[in-house]
């Protein structure tokens, strides 16, 4: 079976024959190509055509795909132990490694995805504090639980509205909406609802709303915010955790987080979720307190040695890791840029290590309205020429594109190449 016979027979089972709806292409007006095998930062699809990965599963395969040490060590786990659901020593070596290598994290709990990790976080939180409420910002993506499905309309930026069909409004009620970058408005929210906030959840480097920074001065007011009003501060370092830096975003601000939460990188590739933080919060997670929180799965012996491996092997090369793919990134950047000059197509880069979103519109992308002006035209037929030239490029304009620390120079000329020719066509 090719590509269209598999993902035609996929979509009489799945649900639009998908097991994730941004796998679908949905709004791109094509199907997505079914994935056979990948090594390295190539991916084959069941048509046999050939891809550079720019995706890398959305971020986990930082060591490029099947790299071979962590396909032995998963090798020599699943001979082993494939589930216990009891204690095991690589939960204790995948805890100690996070505790050990995290400046904010005393104390970690494995799950089993980042959703898992954001929503038992705000859980905690809650628990903690003993109060209800939390702050979102607007375009932060933090998984699919019901209290973070909200969506800010235009002019409504205090009050809770579901933004997704069956979630009630009682869930969303207590989810107060944020303006990224905006310490004013945050500010405001405080003032009003400051004594009943449990805690403010940020991406401190979005990924979902294309990759937008937060700024250094926004960061310390949200510290200094919550330390006023006895809110806890929680980074989501889902994708930016080990990515943005080897400490993550974490180690990017003069700014230390109450909780943090991981999943991607951290189980190399295998379903995986964490979070961690101050010893005295994560004290209150059942059996020791009273916020209940427990996973069948959850510090599976295989998972944990895909993720030790991956964990073991960036800190071992963080000093030649890190700085490759941060070199390569700022080569594509200044490509994009300079190509974009040349042909008269306003775009801008934003751009954190290996994270990165090409946004066809110009000038900065700093606020979650910058990304909304980008010309969603222009994106679609870039998109459809970079996968058609052999690229694997994430399908949204509100989606990163990962750099592994197998890309070399040469598929960073080769994807300026094609970039190259998408623009002559746009002329
Ligand atoms: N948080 C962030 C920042 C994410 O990017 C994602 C997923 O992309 C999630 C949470 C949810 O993670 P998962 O898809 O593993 O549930």
Redesign the pocket.
Known sequence: MNNQKIFEESKKYMPGGVN?PVRSYNGMDIDPPVIKSGRGVEIVDEDLKKYTDFVLA??PMILGHSDYDVVEAIKTASEESIAFGAPTKRELEMSKFLCDNLDAVEMVRMV???????MSAIKLARGYTKRDKIVKFAG?????FDGFLVEAGSGVLTEGIPGCLGVPEGSVSNTLIGRYNDLNQVTELFRKYGDEIACVII?PV???MGVIKAEDNFMEGLRDLCDKYGSLLIF?????GFRAAFKGAESLFKVTPDLI?Y??IIGGGL?C?AYGGKREIMECLSPLGGVYQAGTMSGNPIVMAAGIETLEKLKANKDTIYPKIEKLSKMLKDGVLELGKKYNVPLSVNRVCGMMTIFFVGGEVKFYEDVKKADEGRFKRYFKHMLNAGFNIPPSQYEALFLSSCHEEKHIEEFLKAFEEFLKKEN
Do not use: I, Q
């Not at 089993?112 to 954001?118: I, L, M």
């Not at 989501?236 to 930016?240: I, K, L, T």
């Open positions: 994730s959305w971020g089993n995805s980042g959703t898992e990790a954001t932060c993506y933090h998984g699919h991406e979005a990924g979902n989501d370092e889902v994708m930016s939460t999943a991607k379903p979720g």
